[in-house]
């Protein structure tokens, strides 16, 4: 088993640096999001992983932009934090923007993450069901439940949740290892 823990460390860290970086202007913002997770459900891995890739980077990009300064702030902060390991202070941060913009699910996204970081699995997955109201093609946090489900010891709702991941991002190594893994473990592999 890819030990969840390292992997999603490694990429909230990534995430903190990129959505902390340079503003992005507001004509690169308006571009449909639609669009792009239509087009990445379409790449397969054989042919079009490095395009499915930029293209996951560019919708996660746009994910992190609310469209206010404010809860922008609190976004990265809540990254920042997470980057440098303080999961508490970024918990207080992201529970700050989803209380000011709950129709805002990467700050769901990000709180569940910084919930799993800390174990804290029941928050966690209470607030990826929030992001998966508002966004039902959040990779991310399919991925994310898939990890908690099954560390939790639920493998067919693991199963479940990766394989509405692999729909969205079907050229993502990660979770097509952890589905073909999975339908080995439970039988559940389908024709």
Not at 4 to 23: E, F
Not at 37 to 44: K, Y
Not at 55 to 73: C, F, K, M, N, P
Not at 163 to 186: K, S
Request: glycine residues 6%; contains cysteine; aromatic residues 4%.
């Amino acid at each position: 088993m890819m030990d969840a823990r390292v992997t999603l460390k490694a990429l909230c860290v990534a995430v903190a640096c990129y959505a902390t970086s340079a503003p992005v202007a507001a004509q690169v913002l308006e571009g449909d999001v639609d669009q792009l997770l239509n087009r990445l459900s379409t790449l397969t891995p054989e042919h079009d992983a490095a395009e499915a890739a930029r293209l996951a980077r560019e919708i996660q990009e746009r994910w992190t932009h609310s469209g206010s300064a404010t809860i922008d702030l609190l976004l990265q902060r809540g990254l920042r934090a997470m980057a440098a390991e303080d999961y508490p202070r970024a918990i207080v941060h992201l529970t700050a923007l989803t209380d000011h913009a709950p129709e805002f699910a990467e700050g769901w996204n990000q709180r569940a993450t910084a919930f799993f970081l800390m174990d804290r699995y029941g928050p966690a997955i209470a607030d990826i069901e929030q992001v998966l109201i508002l966004e039902p093609r959040h990779f991310g946090a399919l991925a994310g439940l898939g990890i908690m489900l099954e560390q939790l010891g639920d493998e067919a709702g693991a199963l479940n949740a990766l394989r509405a991941a692999q729909e969205v991002h079907p050229a993502e190594a990660n979770v097509n290892a952890a589905v073909e893994r999975l339908e080995q473990q439970t039988g559940g592999r389908t024709l």
